[in-house]
T-cell receptor
Framework: AQSVAQPEDQVNVAEGNPLTVKCTYS??????LFWYVQYPNRGLQFLLK??????LVKGSYGFEAEFNKSQTSFHLKKPSALVSDSALYFC???????????FGSGTKLNVKP | DVKVTQSSRYLVKRTGEKVFLECVQD?????MFWYRQDPGLGLRLIYF???????EKGDIPEGYSVSREKKERFSLILESASTNQTSMYLC????????????FGSGTRLTVV
């Protein structure tokens, strides 16, 4: 069975500090990996994706993520957090040639001034 | 930009009512999806559709049905609403090529009383 795990329900970080939101996955086949962000009472917005190539991908709002095949992880990172980054973050996996996404349970990021 | 519009942001219905949630997209995408989002459970796929008049069950289809009579519109139907269907419902679309992520609507928060 395919699965995506976000081991932390909540991550707290001070503004200006680096942040990491963790994601690991278990799938059969080659995955495409995505991060989405959700602000209160809104739909999910695309942040970034890994398809192939360089393991470090850059996305919107200064976020980046590192694909690690051996650890089956795709952690979201940002060098310097902003209060406005506070939101719910979802990791998602899509299999090659299969149009269905598997989502993690979400991680609430709190950035304090 | 692709726009995915869900007709209602907030909805309150009574137990036993038949409920229609509407989703309309304006970019001619083949694929449309309905998810429900619950705290701690992430997003769970209810139904999806790859084409007009075509539908497939997702992971939690019980108590729901769908209709896709036109390419741009995908309706989720709760045949007889129950309190355990109180949730945030999210519609999503994509163009069907492997590397594309989803575009989400803003969501409908449904409360069944």
């Amino acid at each position: 069975a395919q699965s995506v795990a976000q081991p932390e329900d909540q991550v707290n970080v001070a503004e200006g500090n680096p942040l990491t939101v963790k994601c690991t996955y278990s799938v059969s086949g080659n995955p495409y990996l995505f991060w989405y962000v959700q602000y209160p009472n809104r739909g999910l917005q695309f942040l970034l994706k890994y398809i192939t190539g360089d393991n470090l991908v850059k996305g919107s709002y200064g976020f980046e993520a590192e694909f690690n095949k051996s650890q089956t992880s795709f952690h979201l990172k940002k060098p310097s957090a902003l209060v406005s980054d506070s939101a719910l973050y979802f990791c998602a996996v899509r299999l090659y040639n299969f149009n269905k996404f598997y989502f993690g349970s979400g991680t609430k990021l709190n950035v304090k001034p | 930009d692709v726009k995915v519009t869900q007709s209602s942001r907030y909805l309150v219905k009574r137990t036993g009512e038949k409920v229609f949630l509407e989703c309309v997209q304006d970019m001619d995408h083949e694929n449309m999806f309905w998810y429900r989002q619950d705290p701690g459970l992430g997003l769970r796929l209810i139904y999806f559709s790859y084409d007009v008049k075509m539908k497939e069950k997702g992971d939690i289809p019980e108590g729901y049905s769908v209709s896709r009579e036109k390419k741009e519109r995908f309706s989720l139907i709760l045949e007889s609403a129950s309190t355990n269907q109180t949730s945030m419902y999210l519609c999503a679309t994509n163009a069907g090529t492997d590397t594309h992520g989803y575009t989400f609507g803003s969501g409908t928060r449904l409360t069944v009383v």
